[in-house]
């Protein structure tokens, strides 16, 4: 209680002796601490799609063959993870809300998860590679919703599109240098000490997953009322910018209980509405899984497929970055989101249509801009609820739970009878991110009147009290 009486004199003296331009000057140095802070989470975002997609590597390496997966094993190896994934992603956040040490709790599941992915290189047969993947699925559930819920803990709305873009922007680089890293690994760790190549990757990534693991313990952040190393003049800036974005606290008396959270998400449709928009979104997204495949389709050895994996994904990056600053500085979610999804239908078009080889690979590049829709996509998860952190942190891990039934779904669009056109496998993305599409624009639409009725409250309302929304606050569309 006394940390908390603390916290709150120390905001008020701060907010009373800063003038605008010390107030300014300390946000910025505040804001750049925090960005070299969760930076490393570029790093940590990037081990964790290696280390879930690892297995679309090593298809190329022999992992089918030497497990002898036949029919729908592979695909079934590769939705399993999303079972135990889609499972623990509430009860992970809400743990997380409880406990407020998201850096104890990140590092941990990454240790775990870290250990999984290596021991999957010792397995011999289909129950065991489907055991460890689930075990994998299980243990990464915590990461990414926590990772969601610590980023909008620190970040003030406009700031937040960047961000989630910056510390996601690891997961879009590993598909293309993860394909890197491992046809270095595929070809020359081959028959090193007995073992396939495949094996070498599990046990190197995994590994590695485990060291970064250990140094994340030291690096990352809490949240602003209980991360120890921000002076108490940040401490308070960093809880009254949020404060004044339209943030509720996660520190105080009026924080809410983790229990009552989960009611607030579980009673609110536009969780419901965004939670099956991304499940259908997420069915587009399946290619990503496979990629490698599509990329194998033009022909190549399996280095030169891998090396070819690589450039789409970079390019993918930067067009991120340069669509969430413009989606912040805006302070527009949706418009964005369709641009990138416009270009990734432009590239599934494409592929139904040709099997040239220099149309296809474009048509790759068109495809992963999907990704920029995707970091803009979670800012405005994260913006919607942004006022209260206990409803926010439930929200975020149920619509990335249920994401996870798309990922399963996903998994199954592209056996190899459909190969090598794979015309059936891009159609089903198209539709699906036509319907994702839709959803998006009917919540665009409500949140935009919802708006314009705050606004006219506002205007009319003698007693603001009676206002369901504070003044001030308006959804990002």
Same mark, same amino acid.
């Given at each position: 209680?006394?940390?908390?009486?603390?916290?709150?004199?120390?905001?008020?003296?701060?907010?009373?002796?800063?003038?605008?331009?010390?107030?300014?000057? @300390?946000?910025?140095?505040?804001?750049?601490?925090?960005?070299?802070?969760?930076?490393?989470?570029?790093?940590?975002?990037?081990?964790?799609?290696?280390?879930?997609?690892?297995?679309?590597?090593?298809?190329?390496?022999?992992?089918?063959? !030497?497990?002898?997966?036949?029919?729908?094993?592979?695909?079934? *190896?590769?939705?399993?993870?999303?079972?135990?994934?889609?499972?623990?992603?509430?009860?992970?956040?809400?743990?997380?809300?409880? @406990?407020?040490?998201?850096?104890?709790?990140?590092?941990?599941?990454?240790?775990?998860?870290?250990?999984?992915?290596?021991?999957?290189?010792?397995?011999?047969?289909?129950?065991?590679?489907? =055991?460890?993947?689930?075990?994998?699925?299980?243990?990464?559930?915590?990461?990414?919703?926590? +990772?969601?819920?610590?980023?909008?803990?620190?970040?003030?709305? !406009?700031?937040?599109?960047?961000?989630?873009?910056?510390?996601?922007?690891?997961?879009?680089?590993?598909?293309?240098?993860?394909?890197?890293?491992?046809?270095?690994?595929?070809?020359?760790?081959?028959?090193?000490?007995?073992?396939?190549?495949?094996?070498?990757?599990?046990?190197?990534?995994?590994?590695?997953?485990?060291?970064?693991? *250990?140094?994340?313990?030291?690096?990352?952040?809490?949240?602003?009322?209980?991360?120890?190393?921000?002076?108490?003049?940040?401490?308070?800036?960093?809880?009254?910018?949020?404060? !004044?974005?339209?943030?509720?606290?996660?520190?105080?008396?009026?924080?809410?209980?983790?229990?009552?959270?989960?009611? !607030?998400?579980?009673?609110?449709?536009?969780?419901?509405?965004?939670?099956?928009?991304?499940? +259908?979104?997420?069915?587009?997204?399946?290619?990503?899984?496979?990629?490698?495949?599509?990329?194998?389709?033009?022909?190549?050895?399996?280095?030169?497929?891998?090396? =070819?994996?690589?450039?789409?994904?970079?390019?993918? %990056?930067?067009?991120?970055?340069?669509?969430?600053?413009?989606?912040?500085?805006?302070?527009?979610?949706?418009?964005?989101?369709?641009?990138?999804?416009?270009?990734?239908?432009?590239?599934?078009?494409?592929? +139904?249509?040709?099997?040239?080889?220099?149309?296809?690979?474009?048509?790759?590049?068109?495809?992963?801009?999907?990704?920029?829709?995707?970091?803009?996509?979670?800012?405005?998860?994260?913006?919607?609820?942004?006022?209260?952190? %206990?409803?926010?942190?439930?929200?975020?891990?149920?619509?990335?739970?249920?994401?996870?039934?798309?990922?399963?779904?996903?998994?199954?669009?592209?056996?190899?009878?459909?190969?090598?056109?794979?015309?059936?496998?891009?159609?089903?993305?198209?539709?699906?991110?036509?319907?994702?599409?839709?959803?998006?624009?009917?919540?665009?639409?409500?949140?935009?009147?919802?708006?314009?009725?705050?606004?006219?409250?506002?205007?009319? %309302?003698?007693?603001?009290?009676?206002?369901?929304?504070?003044?001030?606050?308006?959804?990002?569309?």
């Amino acid at each position: 209680m006394s940390a908390l009486t603390d916290a709150k004199s120390e905001t008020v003296h701060v907010s009373s002796v800063l003038s605008s331009h010390a107030r300014n000057d @300390l946000e910025r140095r505040l804001v750049r601490k925090l960005d070299l802070h969760l930076s490393v989470i570029v790093l940590l975002y990037a081990l964790n799609f290696i280390d879930r997609g690892n297995a679309s590597s090593a298809r190329l390496g022999g992992f089918e063959k !030497d497990l002898h997966l036949h029919g729908t094993q592979y695909a079934t *190896i590769l939705s399993i993870t999303y079972v135990g994934f889609s499972a623990m992603q509430v009860p992970a956040n809400m743990f997380l809300h409880w @406990l407020e040490k998201p850096a104890i709790l990140i590092p941990c599941c990454m240790v775990i998860w870290g250990l999984v992915s290596t021991l999957t290189g010792i397995t011999q047969n289909y129950t065991q590679v489907f =055991l460890a993947r689930l075990l994998l699925g299980f243990a990464e559930a915590p990461f990414f919703p926590g +990772i969601m819920f610590l980023i909008s803990g620190w970040y003030k709305r !406009d700031e937040l599109a960047v961000r989630t873009t910056f510390v996601s922007c690891g997961g879009v680089l590993s598909a293309g240098f993860g394909s890197l890293f491992a046809s270095g690994i595929l070809t020359g760790m081959q028959g090193k000490l007995g073992q396939a190549g495949w094996r070498w990757l599990f046990y190197i990534e995994g590994g590695m997953t485990v060291i970064v693991a *250990i140094c994340a313990f030291f690096i990352l952040p809490n949240f602003p009322h209980n991360t120890t190393w921000l002076t108490p003049e940040e401490r308070s800036l960093a809880i009254t910018r949020l404060a !004044d974005d339209g943030y509720g606290r996660l520190d105080g008396s009026g924080k809410r209980g983790t229990i009552q959270g989960l009611w !607030d998400a579980l009673s609110d449709w536009k969780v419901w509405w965004f939670a099956g928009a991304i499940v +259908i979104d997420y069915m587009s997204l399946s290619f990503v899984l496979y990629f490698p495949t599509i990329v194998a389709t033009m022909g190549y050895d399996v280095t030169i497929t891998l090396l =070819l994996a690589v450039p789409p994904w970079v390019l993918a %990056a930067i067009v991120a970055f340069t669509l969430s600053r413009y989606s912040d500085k805006a302070k527009k979610r949706c418009m964005y989101i369709f641009a990138s999804s416009a270009l990734a239908a432009l590239g599934f078009i494409i592929s +139904i249509c040709t099997m040239n080889m220099i149309a296809r690979y474009a048509s790759m590049f068109l495809m992963a801009q999907i990704a920029a829709g995707q970091m803009v996509l979670w800012a405005w998860v994260n913006n919607t609820f942004a006022r209260e952190p %206990a409803k926010r942190a439930v929200a975020v891990a149920l619509i990335s739970a249920m994401s996870a039934v798309g990922s399963i779904v996903g998994s199954y669009l592209w056996p190899l009878i459909w190969g090598p056109t794979y015309r059936y496998s891009y159609a089903a993305c198209l539709a699906a991110l036509g319907v994702s599409s839709a959803m998006l624009g009917f919540m665009h639409l409500h949140l935009k009147r919802v708006n314009e009725q705050i606004e006219r409250d506002e205007q009319n %309302a003698k007693d603001i009290n009676d206002l369901q929304v504070p003044v001030g606050f308006r959804y990002l569309v």
